[in-house]
Nanobody, 115 residues
């Protein structure tokens, strides 16, 4: 059974840090994080190919880092310098062939940045 299980997130103060993790049940070529805030469209945050190539949205570049742990098959998103506008539901997604839109999606984890 294919699954993507996110963890992490929660409430963070502005300027703070958080880490999101996504446990993948299969060997996907492409994985990534998307987010969606209330009343806004879903936004790509960062994607990663298993050959090491990453792509990070301009809105989070320099603050967010995407990585993959091969020993645990876990996709991670390290977030720092968090801003209130980073508040959203964050989704992990993956595709075995890097086709867009990605085929498999997690349930999402909420990140709220406020003081």
């Amino acid at each position: 059974q294919v699954y993507l299980r996110e963890s992490g997130g929660g409430s963070v103060q502005p300027g703070g840090s958080a880490r999101l993790s996504c446990a993948a049940s299969a060997d996907f070529l492409c994985l990534g994080w998307w987010r969606q805030a209330p009343t806004k469209e879903r936004e790509r945050v960062a994607t990663l190919r298993r050959d090491g190539r990453t792509n990070v949205a301009d809105s989070v570049k320099g603050r967010f880092t995407i990585s993959y742990d091969n020993t645990t098959d876990t996709l991670n998103l390290e977030m720092s310098g968090l801003k209130p506008e980073d508040t959203a539901m964050y989704y992990c997604a993956a595709d075995p062939n890097c086709l867009v839109p990605y085929q498999f999606w997690g349930q999402g984890t909420q990140v709220t940045v406020s003081s």
